[in-house]
């Protein structure tokens, strides 16, 4: 005799609760590794986005202004270093987040050299690689290698006439960003090479360094 209607149903019922409960002892988990692999892949992309908004945030071009210090060390034994003071001036731009290339000018004077009376000048025209580490949301270390040219005048290094020479600097700084387009460089310090001529002696090698702060506007 065949079941009545309420009882085929209620059959029907317990056969897809059955199943139900078979699924669940399979992979009692199911639906928590899927709510994990769901978070995953959101947390994937939020950190995807946020370093594309970090890479896109580095400025094209940088220009810096500011004071600089040369400590000037004779490269004959026996003569005395002597101070210069002056100012440079950069303009970088970045071809990467973390790379770019700089031009360097300055001009340094001291109007009394070791007390002889006299007033030397000189100035540098540099060019070279900078690398900055931008992962700090207002400060960006940076170190650089620069090549070029140096000019003093005759009194600089008791020389006949006014001479050129080769230079180069190695060194770094720091800049902190106070608004999205002006920041300031509490300090650069370099190691400052110059290949001058000395008196009647020839030329020689200066080691010298040369510190400089100041402000900068990106763009």
Not at 168 to 197: C, N, S, V, W
């Given at each position: 005799m065949l079941p009545s209607l309420p009882e085929a149903a209620r059959g029907k019922r317990g056969r897809a609760l059955e199943r139900v409960g078979l699924r669940t002892k399979l992979n009692p988990n199911g639906g928590v590794m899927k709510l994990k692999l769901q978070v995953s892949l959101l947390a994937v992309v939020s950190l995807s986005a946020v370093s594309a908004y970090a890479q896109?945030?580095?400025?094209?071009?940088?220009?810096?202004?500011?004071?600089?210090?040369?400590?000037?060390?004779?490269?004959?034994?026996?003569?005395?270093?002597?101070h210069l003071h002056g100012g440079s001036a950069s303009?970088?731009?970045?071809?990467?987040?973390?790379?770019?290339g700089v031009a360097d000018f300055g001009g340094y004077t001291n109007g009394n050299i070791l007390n002889t009376h006299t007033s030397g000048t000189f100035s540098t025209y540099l060019f070279g690689p900078r690398v900055s580490y931008r992962h700090y949301s207002r400060i960006t270390p940076f170190g650089q290698v620069l090549f070029g040219v140096a000019h003093a005048n005759a009194a600089a290094f008791s020389t006949a006439?006014?001479?050129?020479?080769?230079?180069?600097?190695?060194?770094?700084?720091?800049?902190?960003?106070?608004?999205?387009?002006?920041?300031?460089?509490?300090?650069?310090?370099?190691?400052?090479?110059?290949?001058?001529?000395?008196?009647?002696?020839?030329?020689?090698?200066?080691?010298?360094?040369?510190?400089?702060?100041?402000?900068?506007?990106?763009f």
């Amino acid at each position: 005799m065949l079941p009545s209607l309420p009882e085929a149903a209620r059959g029907k019922r317990g056969r897809a609760l059955e199943r139900v409960g078979l699924r669940t002892k399979l992979n009692p988990n199911g639906g928590v590794m899927k709510l994990k692999l769901q978070v995953s892949l959101l947390a994937v992309v939020s950190l995807s986005a946020v370093s594309a908004y970090a890479q896109e945030n580095a400025p094209k071009v940088d220009v810096f202004a500011g004071y600089s210090y040369v400590q000037a060390n004779p490269g004959v034994t026996g003569v005395d270093s002597f101070h210069l003071h002056g100012g440079s001036a950069s303009v970088a731009y970045n071809i990467r987040n973390w790379l770019g290339g700089v031009a360097d000018f300055g001009g340094y004077t001291n109007g009394n050299i070791l007390n002889t009376h006299t007033s030397g000048t000189f100035s540098t025209y540099l060019f070279g690689p900078r690398v900055s580490y931008r992962h700090y949301s207002r400060i960006t270390p940076f170190g650089q290698v620069l090549f070029g040219v140096a000019h003093a005048n005759a009194a600089a290094f008791s020389t006949a006439n006014t001479q050129n020479a080769f230079t180069m600097t190695a060194g770094g700084g720091l800049d902190y960003k106070l608004f999205d387009h002006f920041a300031i460089r509490p300090f650069q310090a370099e190691y400052l090479m110059t290949r001058f001529a000395e008196g009647t002696l020839g030329t020689r090698t200066q080691n010298n360094l040369r510190v400089s702060t100041g402000f900068l506007v990106r763009f």
